[in-house]
């Protein structure tokens, strides 16, 4: 179930319909478990089994860690990690090492047994990530509260956080968890918003995006230079209103129940330089890489040569975490070296003069920003192509260096038309937040029309408050942290 289907709208109004007829904290919580599982069955039953070994093993293994045993805490990183890989990565690492060995000249198959190509266990990266943090949260003294098996399995398997984020850490949730009350008007009004918004992002916009972008890279060779810039940013925007619009759709639905969940993405595409778009873009694998890995690797404190390798090495292993295919690799690549570029040239700007806050760095700013747009654009290229010629295809259509055999494939005006409108939005949307923001300021009287409307907007985000100031403080990325 999807949550834009018909089937999810049942499963919803049964959920809480039930939960709204038990009256106790637990009964609600084992309401909304047994909803996450039958939501998690609707896709593969089979691997429900899968992800039950995997919560009562790990909650062995946490229940171990709040003595901060560093050898349990290794031997769990280390078993979640290999779950995964296999899960995820046995049939791509095996047709590399097949390529390997074909480029030395030995013999050997073309691509991997069939029998390492299953379905891959949905939710897995996102699961597997929400129990690392609690493990390591453990260990380390951050988190080391003792949970029941009920909470441990609500706490990963919550259904609007399930399939698509946001990745949680157990302070996120879990207190939460041990708390629900009953449904409010407030809360339904609010998270119903909030859930509107998300579903028109994901059914008006990326829906009618994705044909748009599929049909470009299905037609990679007849694509003439304009009909290639129409393609990718058709997928440009397909991918953020859909991640933003799930975003959007968990928040709402946690919302229901009284619980709250943080934005995940606040308007990446008007970032500034490649270190803002990831304080805006996936805003909670920004904080999982740069608290779990980029940190534990030395973070900034080594010098700027191990930053810069610390940052390649973060960005590479969370393209891999998208897929098992070397060009998501390519793509994590790619912005750890807009990272590393951005890191370089703020620093040359401070030795030259252009301190922060001056009439000329500020101007450098604003035309940062189409800047930024283009270099993240040239990197969906690797993300949606299939393999790299089709990527490198369409750079070269893009770039009109490229020679069209036979017919221009083109895209109709009212797809043209979709696009644009969805570049509107993009841009648009934070710019009306803003301006609503400002009319909040007010105070909604008669001085500022549609004052309710405008406290209403305001007040669905302010819940997540919290959650930007770790926004403030998010991956890597800041010049001048010390992490």
């Known amino acids: ?77 280390t078993l979640n990690l290999l779950a995964l890989g296999t899960a995820k990565y046995l049939a791509f690492a095996t047709e590399t090492l097949f390529a390997a060995m074909g480029l030395a000249g030995l013999a050997a198959p073309e691509s991997a047994p069939g029998w390492m190509k299953w379905a891959l266990p949905l939710g897995i990266s996102f699961y597997t990530f929400h129990m690392l943090s609690a493990m390591i949260d453990a260990y380390r003294g951050v988190w080391s509260k003792s949970v029941s098996f009920q909470r441990w399995c609500l706490y990963v ?10 990745i949680l850490r157990p302070g996120q949730l879990i207190d939460q968890l041990g708390e629900l009350s009953p449904l409010t008007a407030s809360n339904f009004r609010l998270g119903g918003v909030i859930f509107v918004a998300g579903l028109i992002k994901k059914v008006i916009f990326a829906d009618n995006l994705a044909p748009i ?23 440009s925007f397909q991918i953020y209103f859909r991640l933003f619009g799930y ?8 919302l229901l129940f009284g619980v709250v969940l943080p934005r ?42 191990r930053t810069n390798l610390n940052l390649a090495l973060t960005m590479l292993l969370g393209g891999l975490w998208h897929g098992a295919n070397w060009t998501f690799v390519v793509w994590g690549g790619l912005h750890g070296a807009y990272l590393i570029g951005h890191r370089l040239l703020a620093a040359l700007y401070d030795r030259i003069g252009l301190a922060e806050g ?8 604003i035309g940062g920003m189409p800047v930024t747009f283009l270099l993240v654009l040239a990197t969906w290229v690797f993300f949606r192509a299939s393999g790299f010629g089709e990527a490198w295809s369409m750079l070269a259509a893009m770039s009109g260096a490229s020679e069209v055999a036979g017919n221009v ?36 009287g008669d001085g500022c029309r ?9 007040q669905s985000f302010s819940s997540w408050h919290s959650a930007e100031r770790h926004r403030n403080s998010s991956i890597l990325i800041s010049d001048r942290s010390r992490c």
Not at 224 to 230: E, G, H, L, S, Y
């Open 213 to 235: 972008a599929d049909a470009a890279f299905a037609n990679v060779g007849q694509l003439d230079a304009f009909n290639a810039w129409v393609g990718v940013l058709a997928f």
């Open 1 to 77: 179930m999807v949550f834009s289907s018909m089937p999810f709208l049942v499963f919803l109004l049964a959920t809480l319909g039930l939960y709204a007829a038990v009256g106790t904290q637990r009964d609600r919580a084992g309401v909304l478990l047994a909803a996450s599982m039958v939501f998690y069955a609707s896709w593969k039953p089979a691997y429900l089994l899968l992800l039950g070994a995997s919560l009562g093993v790990n909650y062995l293994i946490y229940s171990r860690l709040l003595r901060q045993v560093k050898s349990v805490l290794v031997f769990g990183v």
């Open 450 to 458: 549609s004052g309710c409307g405008v406290r209403l907007h305001r």
């Open 264 to 305: 995940n993405f606040i308007y990446p595409y008007i970032s500034r330089s490649p270190t803002e778009f990831w304080r805006r873009w996936h805003i909670t694998l920004s904080q999982w890489l740069r608290d779990y890995l980029y940190i534990p690797l030395g973070g900034n404190r080594r010098g700027a040569a």
């Open 247 to 254: 975003g959007e759709m968990a928040i709402g639905l946690a």
């Open 358 to 365: 001056t009439p000329a760095r500020r101007l450098l700013s």
């Open 157 to 166: 398997t919550f259904f609007p956080h399930l399939i698509a984020g946001p």
């Open 409 to 444: 494939f083109r895209f109709r005006m009212y797809e043209v038309g979709i696009v644009f409108v969805g570049a509107v939005l993009a841009f648009v949307e934070p710019l009306l937040v803003r301006h609503a923001g400002d009319m909040e300021s007010c105070g909604g």
